[in-house]
């Protein structure tokens, strides 16, 4: 117990440590993969840009099965293929999710999907198309879709390509290129979408579809899990890259400057309305430290303390991650990682875990000052919800088994022991905890202790 207790005050204290952040490789095998995300569970989706949907389990198996396979409908190369998936908000009840592909004619699918009722790792083959967009170039396609914490689904769309933005479908408010697009999919009617009455060209000139503008490629945007704030990562033109947030309650209507600004700097002003009117990075990089970002998250997870209050980010042309502060914007860059990787996408777990892959490894980010958790990992032990409101479950994907669960708070303190049934999963009562911090270590059948933080809200 007394070295019990010493490993739960140096767990406790480290996050005072500065963080060293690594990444350490979950699985391979993958071909292209353009996308991490999950449905709700312990499971990950991976999106390969030429038209398949695998599931990565927990323990870094691949289903020999894909989830989905597009390939036949799917244009891809360059930056055309299947490139977004969103799962319902609802998915648990009705099974849908949303993908985004470029068809045969190369122009961006927006389609409705739907999980196979007898197997969960399976989705039925036949979609719903909600639109589709025509692309006059083949780049600039954007590619991510996500759902708010309004429950509205939003959608990622360059600005149709070549460069510089030659027809201004950016700053046209009749086409849906160039923006950041809100519909509702909550309807059983044709085209399966409605556009909210909230988005700014409702009953009046402009597509109803449009939530911003302004934008002219933006490749990874994502919110924040726990707050709802709103990262734009656009990818620039000549010279500058830049990082766009939308703090919530989030704001419809907005400019995101682009083609008349790259970043904060003029590029092309002619018909411009004023600067003034539109929205600046929160921050931006030039081409001296990249050429194209890849966008990624505000970290939300438990596992790193370290890591609060900052926004991940990498760029393909550097073998390394950057991070921003949610704040200032200041921009701190990792040393560059061993081997080569152009890094693709980002991913986040249902814990708020992060993920990174350069097309054909997942890595998971992680701080290698907080070895504890790192360890908890290692043996196989996952907790879900984490933060936790009444209940958490206690998850082993190996052998080992769990037959003591013990909670302490921050200071040593043991709130709670329970002998648990030696199975895989167990479930914790912790409703009688206040909100915060605490400890949970995990006692196996085979004499070891994992460690691991829990924050009840």
Known sequence: ???????????????????????????????????????????????QQGGLIRVLNANGTINSTPFLNLTSLVASGGER??????FHPDYT?????FVNYTNTSGNTVIARYSVNSSNPDIANTSGTILMTISQPYSNHNGGSLR????????????????GGDPENRAQNINTNLGKMLRVDVNTTIAP?????????????????????????????????????DLWIAD???????????????????????????????????????????????????THSQGCSITGGYEY?????????????????????????????????????????????????????????????????????????????????FSLYPNPVKNSFTLLSSTSRIAKQIQIFDVSGKLLISKEVSQSASNTIDVSSLSNGIYIVNVSTTDGNDFTSKLVKE
């Open 1 to 47: 117990m007394k070295n019990l207790l010493l490993l739960i005050v140096a767990f406790a204290s480290s996050v005072v440590f500065s963080q060293t952040i690594a990444i350490q490789s979950f699985a391979t095998g993958f071909s292209g993969a353009v996308e991490i995300t999950h449905a709700g569970d312990s499971r990950l989706f991976v999106v």
């Open 81 to 86: 293929g299947l490139l977004g998936l969103a």
């Open 93 to 97: 009840t009705n099974g849908y999710f």
């Open 147 to 162: 759902f708010g914490s309004d429950g509205y689904l939003y959608i990622g769309m360059g600005d149709g390509g070549s």
């Open 192 to 228: 399966f979408y409605t556009s909210p009455a909230s988005n700014p060209y409702v009953g009046i000139a402009g597509n109803d579809e449009i939530w911003a503008i302004g934008l002219r490629n933006p490749w990874k945007f994502s919110f924040n899990r726990l707050n709802g």
């Open 235 to 285: 990818v620039g033109q000549n010279n500058i890259e830049e990082i766009n947030k939308v703090s919530n309650p989030l704001t419809a209507g907005l400019n995101f400057g682009w083609r008349c600004y790259e970043g904060n700097v003029a590029y092309n002003t002619s018909g411009c309305a004023p600067i003034g009117t539109m929205t600046m990075p929160l921050t931006q990089y």
């Open 300 to 380: 939300t997870g438990t596992a790193y303390p370290n890591f609060l209050n900052k926004y991940f980010f990498a760029d393909y042309c550097e073998n390394r991650i950057g991070y921003t502060n949610t704040t200032t914007g200041a921009i701190t860059y990792t040393p560059y990682f061993s081997g080569n990787n152009n890094f693709t996408s980002f991913g986040e777990d249902m814990n708020g875990e992060l993920y990174i892959t350069n097309s054909n490894t997942i890595f998971k980010i992680i701080d290698t000052s907080t070895a504890s958790t790192t360890s908890f990992e290692k043996a196989g």
